[in-house]
């Protein structure tokens, strides 16, 4: 983990920024909403009408009221359909 240390003379004080781990989109299995809609192209409301019609949960999970997409079934999906 890098640190990187930042002196601001207006206020004389230090400020530590930390670079986290930025887990990317490639790695994901699962992917919420807006990771979706960024990486597809499809807007989030028509990813929600998506999975509301997905009756056999072929490319959703639900965590809680949580909408996860299951990336690798998803990819097949828009591979398979000519209009969405």
Same mark, same amino acid.
């Given at each position: 983990?890098?640190?990187?240390?930042?002196?601001?003379?207006?206020?004389? !004080?230090?400020?530590?920024?930390? =670079?986290?781990?930025?887990?990317?989109?490639?790695? /994901?299995?699962?992917?919420?909403?807006?990771?979706?809609?960024?990486?597809?192209?499809?807007? %989030?409301? !028509?990813? $929600?009408?998506?999975? !509301? =019609?997905?009756?056999?949960? /072929?490319?959703?999970?639900?965590?809680? !009221?949580?909408?996860?997409?299951? $990336?690798? %079934?998803?990819? =097949?999906?828009?591979?398979?359909? =000519? %209009?969405?």
């Amino acid at each position: 983990m890098a640190e990187v240390v930042m002196t601001s003379a207006f206020y004389n !004080r230090s400020v530590i920024i930390i =670079e986290s781990a930025v887990i990317s989109l490639d790695n /994901k299995v699962l992917l919420n909403i807006k990771e979706a809609s960024d990486l597809f192209g499809i807007g %989030q409301h !028509r990813l $929600r009408e998506i999975v !509301r =019609e997905d009756y056999g949960n /072929k490319y959703h999970l639900m965590l809680g !009221r949580t909408i996860k997409i299951k $990336r690798k %079934q998803f990819e =097949e999906f828009i591979g398979n359909v =000519e %209009q969405i």
